[in-house]
């Protein structure tokens, strides 16, 4: 009995521990002024074109279903831009201007942001890998590779410049998001330049497309 | 010849009101710019020349230079419309024309096409 109640007590600090947590990453990132580009509640709130382009970042009320926990810690840290454009912006280069965290922020954010998820990723659907199917269909059969820049044939940085990067995208994205984002877009983004796939490609399709996609990672180099 | 009631016939007129009240709109001009710009720009440029952002010395393709006249008047508007809605494959062009047909409603296509005339200042291949 004496030690049920011990680990119910421990139970419960851990648990208001990492709420605390939680909401000290939510008041850095309020601090800081992220809020004043990414909203952090869902659901997506863009119904127009205008509701779109009023945005100065992307959204984030899905960061941790979206992102990777170590890739987003270094970015914070060290921002690299993602687009080569400036959001929401066809003419103008990436100014490559995010804010840097630095020190115990950095953590904060991250786990706040990573504490943000959405129930329409499904854990453990695709596994990384090499997809000649996936790649037909990103490069040939569909336009993905006309918008989004990926590492090609020796590495050259091949494919166009108005969609997000995706070159070493398997260390950025979730796997399971690149799915779930392909089959429901308009719960992550109801407004984007990006064309929707539902009805153009089947599950099976997008399964691949996911698979390829989450296996865009540096490669290693040959000793 | 069968009777319809009064009743019915109120029933059927309010059901014909309330399909005309939700009829599909023709998008303005002003809001298929913003069409163009949002979608169309990344590839065919923001006035419609074929030089958008995605354009680089690598692209596998030249997106259609919509201001060609010569050019434009070789399709008619259902050719347009087609190309649209179901990418370049569906006229036997590049896949890097994607299918846009689960994106746009049949109105921002319809008007579309309409942009695309006023870029051209041309009428098409008719009939």
Redesign the interface.
Known sequence: MRHLAVATIGAVFLIAASGAALAAGGDVFEAKGCGECHYTQGPAREKTIDDQLAKKGPELWYAGSKFQKKWLTDWLADPKPIRPMKFNDLMVENPADHPKLSGGDVAAVAGFLMGLTSDAVKAGKVKPKKNPKGRQIFIKKMPCSGCHQYAGRKGKIAGGRSGPSLVDAGLRLNPDWILAYLQQPKVFKPVKMMPVFVGLLSDKDMLNVARYVANFKPKKKKR | MQKISLGKTWAIAAVVAMGAQFAAVPATASETA??F???C???HG?TGKGD?????K??PVSPRNFANAKEMDKLSDADLKNVIMD?GPSVSKS??????G??LTVEQVDGLVKHLRGICKCKGKQG
């Open positions: 913003a069409v710009k949002f979608y720009a990344q590839c923001l958008g952002p995605n354009v680089t690598d692209f990418g896949p890097m024309m994607p299918p846009w689960k994106t």
